[in-house]
């Protein structure tokens, strides 16, 4: 699994141009992007396409390659491969064969922005792409409420706009959140503040809303013991949102009950 550029060709590893001259065969999330990579390293090796909706046949096409011996590499179109990327299945299949998976490490959207953000970087943690739907994005960032983590996002540049609305809708202007905008290309740019600064911001510079973004929103800093009542009111206030073992799992950041002891106390009631 070769990592690739995330935006600048330059990127790409000694060690990985070596793998993808010498393997027998290339996997591609797209060959037409893959082409430009390949070329401008004079890889001439074969290339076949293996994305989100290539099928158990062709997995089994693959490992049946790799079992006689072959080596393959598989690339996304930009990073490490699996990452919100194509090709878990594949490797699970390999690790069942006993086929050995050698990762090649590279740029990386998620570590590259989290490290000139600006929020901490000691604990993180990455959710991928958030919801589409209003509600379900609303429902989906209150489990958030009480993360002491920083997260990470990815987001197409068109919802850029409404996951920060909601950011603020559901976080007020406390949180700080980050935005990294075309990481290694020559548009990149980087923005820190609250929910509310980011969108005046893209509403200001249209920019902001194209390209390839990563979103960050930092974790509180405001955790304490809560007393009783005050327990209740929160499961109460979001049992009609979150299910039960979500809400333990949330109010234990800030009780003195483990979730499991949360999760027993109210679901008799």
């Known amino acids: 699994m070769v990592a690739t ?4 060709f330059d990127d790409l590893s000694f060690r ?4 993808l001259k010498t393997v027998d065969l290339i996997l591609a999330e797209d ?9 401008n390293f004079s890889i001439k090796t074969k290339m076949h396409s293996f994305h989100e909706f290539s099928d158990e046949r062709e997995i089994k096409k693959y490992i049946n390659l790799l079992k006689d011996g072959q080596n393959l590499a598989l690339i996304s179109d930009a990073g490490s491969p699996l990452i ?6 594949l490797v699970q299949a390999s690790i069942t064969e006993d086929i050995k998976i050698s990762p090649i490490p590279g740029p990386s959207s998620v570590t590259s922005s989290l490290v000139a953000s600006g929020l901490k970087v000691n604990k993180f943690i ?7 739907k209003a509600l379900e994005l609303k429902k989906y960032l209150n489990k958030f409420q009480f993360e002491e983590r920083t997260i990470i996002f990815f987001e197409s540049p068109r919802r850029i706009k409404k996951l920060v609305k909601s950011v603020l809708e559901v976080f007020g202007e406390e949180r700080r959140v980050a935005l990294a905008k075309e990481i290694s290309k020559p548009h990149e740019n980087f923005y820190l ?8 911001e893209i509403e200001n510079n249209k920019n902001l809303e194209k390209g390839e973004i990563v979103f960050l929103l930092e974790g509180t800093n405001n955790i304490e013991i809560l007393p009783d009542n005050l327990e209740d009111q929160l499961v109460m206030s979001l049992k009609d949102f979150l299910p039960l073992r979500t809400i333990s799992k949330i109010v234990s950041k800030v ?3 483990s979730s499991r002891e949360i999760y027993s106390k109210y679901n008799k009631r």
Request: hydrophobic share 35%.
């Open 31 to 39: 060959k037409r992007k893959s082409a430009l990579l390949l070329n």
């Open 255 to 257: 009780s003195k009950l």
């Open 16 to 19: 990985g141009i070596h793998i």
């Open 126 to 132: 990455f959710e991928g792409f958030p919801p589409r």
């Open 84 to 89: 919100s990327d194509p090709g878990f299945e």
């Open 5 to 8: 550029p995330i935006g600048n």
């Open 193 to 200: 503040g609250n929910a509310k600064e980011l969108l005046e």
